[in-house]
Each structure stands twice: as C-alpha cells, then as structure tokens.
C-alpha cells in the first residue's frame, strides 16, 4: 500500500560568506556562497486530494502566497509536468517555522519539501540530479535547501561542492519587523559597488575553519558582500547587529539578503544569553537560536 501523505523537514540556511559579483547580462550575480543550514525548520505535508490546494500556517504564515506563484506549488507542477502527470492532485500543507522573507531561504526550503514529499507520495523515483535539476530551475537557494549540511555554491548559488564540517556552531538569528526584496537588495549592491569583482572567491580560512569547528576562526571569517545593501535599505538593522556584538556575540552579519541578523556565539549557553540580551534591547521581533549544521529535506 502506499502512503496517502508524506512529511518532509526541511532547514533554514545561513551564508558564512556571500561573495557578489557584479551583475551578470541575465540580471543575476555571480556568487561564491558559502552555505550552512541550520537547526530551524519548516514541515511540508502533501496529501492526496482531488484538486490542488496549498495552506500554510505559524508565524508569518499571512505573508506565503497560496496560489502557485508559491515556490512550493511551482515544485510539485514542475515535477507533474516532467512525469506526465496532468496536475498535481495534492494538498501541500506548511507548517512555517522559518522566518518569512528574511533571507534564510524559508520559501526555498518549501519548495525542496514540497518536491522531495511529491516524489515519494507519487512513487515518480526522480533520481537525485534530476531533483536537483529541478530545484535549480526554481530558484538559486533551492538546491542548497534539498542537500543541507554545508556547501559551497557557485554560479548564481546553485552549483554546489559539498563541505566538510568539523563541529556544531551556535547561532542567534534576529528576526527583524518586517521584510527585504532580495531583488532589491542586489538592486541596492549594484548602486553601491560598481567595481564587484567579475570572479568572487571562497575565503580558504573560513572554509578551514569549518572544516576544523574553529568558531573563533569562523567567527574572524564570515562576510556578506550584500550587508551594506542590506542595512542601506533597512538602517535600523545596525543597531541589532551592535546590540548582538555587545551582548557576546563572536560574529554578527546580516543573513543572505536579510533582514535577519545573524550571531555566531562561543557555545550554547552563550547563544541563549545573546538571545536574551536581544529580546530585552527590543531591537528585533523575536530572537532564536539554532545549531547547525543541519540535514537537507528529511522524509518524516
Ligand atoms: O534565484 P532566486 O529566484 O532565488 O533569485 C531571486 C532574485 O535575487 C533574482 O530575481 C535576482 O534579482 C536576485 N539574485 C541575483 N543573483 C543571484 C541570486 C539571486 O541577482 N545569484
């Protein structure tokens, strides 16, 4: 008998190092986009029904489109469409616990989940690269989020080479009030670095210091090419980033395009600490913590 649902985890990522290259004549940005996926996850449920339906629920849940401009939705068509399949029958439940629009690749997350609990609910059997194949189409993030653990992601992101990772690293992660445009923020970098290097590169020393579980050596290392866009467009951000550094922080970045403030601490207790002293300065919505790394689209 075969399953009538199937429920994939999916992870939230961090970038440790987001290297931007100027703008590419497609619009997007050659990148060197060091990947980590961390310990927050959202859960997607599909089931079999008679048409396609998708809800999400949990915080931000209001914002998640619902018709099939979701990344989700997009997945499962895209997979029904490559089998032959005339619509996906299915109803795509998420249960969000990722922040919505906050550069942590929530949506993306979605998507993998979708597709991964698609292919096993439809028996299709896709093999790996086509799934990946699949998630590339669908967006730069989204074959990172089916992977997991770390990785280093070339071209727009979507290329990847697995990474080694020699430890577990603590994080805070700041949800702000309210969202960023990813295109605007790379709109933004574009205004602010005419001279983006044609090539970015990886940091041999972050990419050692992962490889080892050196957080002081990470800590030293993470960069992200969009942050001045990120706090350009969103100023108030710099005022958590400092807030995070005061309370204990190693490390405090802007995660992907934000605006989520990201904290590398020294250790657990540390990331609660820093969690706290960040509720209490009221310079962010919520503020959560999460190990990583963490394992890609994980069936239930
Ligand atoms: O690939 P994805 O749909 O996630 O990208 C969202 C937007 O982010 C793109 O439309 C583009 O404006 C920008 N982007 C970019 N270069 C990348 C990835 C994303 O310019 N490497």
């Known amino acids: 008998m075969t399953a009538s649902s199937v429920t994939v985890r999916v992870p939230a990522k961090v970038n440790v190092q987001l290297a931007v290259g100027g703008a590419r004549p497609d619009g997007f940005h050659d990148l060197a986009n060091v990947f980590l996926a961390v310990g927050l996850h959202d859960e997607v449920t599909v089931t079999e029904a008679d048409s396609f339906a998708l809800t999400c629920a949990g915080p ?11 990344l989700a939705a997009r997945a499962a ?6 089998h032959g399949l005339p619509e996906p029958t299915v109803h795509i439940h998420i ?15 979605d998507a993998a989940g979708a597709l991964v609990a698609c292919d096993a609910l439809w028996g299709t059997n896709a093999s790996r690269v086509e799934l990946l194949d699949i998630c590339a189409e669908l967006g730069s993030d989204v074959p990172f989020s089916l992977v997991g653990g770390a990785a280093l992601g ?8 697995p990474l080694a990772v020699g430890g577990e690293f ?12 990813t295109p605007a923020v790379y709109g933004e970098f574009d205004r602010l670095s005419p001279d983006a290097p044609a090539e970015p590169v990886a940091s041999p020393a972050l990419l050692e210091a992962l490889r080892t579980g050196d957080v002081a050596g990470l800590a ?3 960069t992200n090419d969009l942050q001045p866009a990120a706090l350009s467009l969103f100023p108030s951000l710099k005022d958590t980033l400092a807030a995070g550094t005061s309370a204990g922080a190693l490390a405090a970045i802007v995660s992907g395009s934000g605006p989520t403030t990201a904290f590398l601490c020294a250790d ?3 990331a609660r600490a820093v969690a706290t002293a960040l509720s209490e300065a009221s310079v962010c919505h919520t503020a959560r913590v999460a190990p990583s790394p963490s394992p ?5």
């Open 220 to 222: 030293a290392t993470v």
């Open 170 to 181: 603590w994080w805070v992660f700041a949800v702000a009030d309210g969202g960023l445009s």
């Open 95 to 109: 249960a969000k616990d990722i922040p919505v629009a906050g550069g942590m690749a929530g949506g993306s997350a």
């Open 60 to 70: 931000g849940s209001d914002q998640v489109p619902l018709d099939r401009t979701n």
């Open 77 to 82: 068509y895209a997979l029904a469409e490559r």
């Open 296 to 300: 890609g689209a994980t069936i239930l």
């Open 154 to 161: 070339t071209g727009r992101g979507e290329k990847l080479e």
């Open 268 to 270: 657990e207790p540390s």
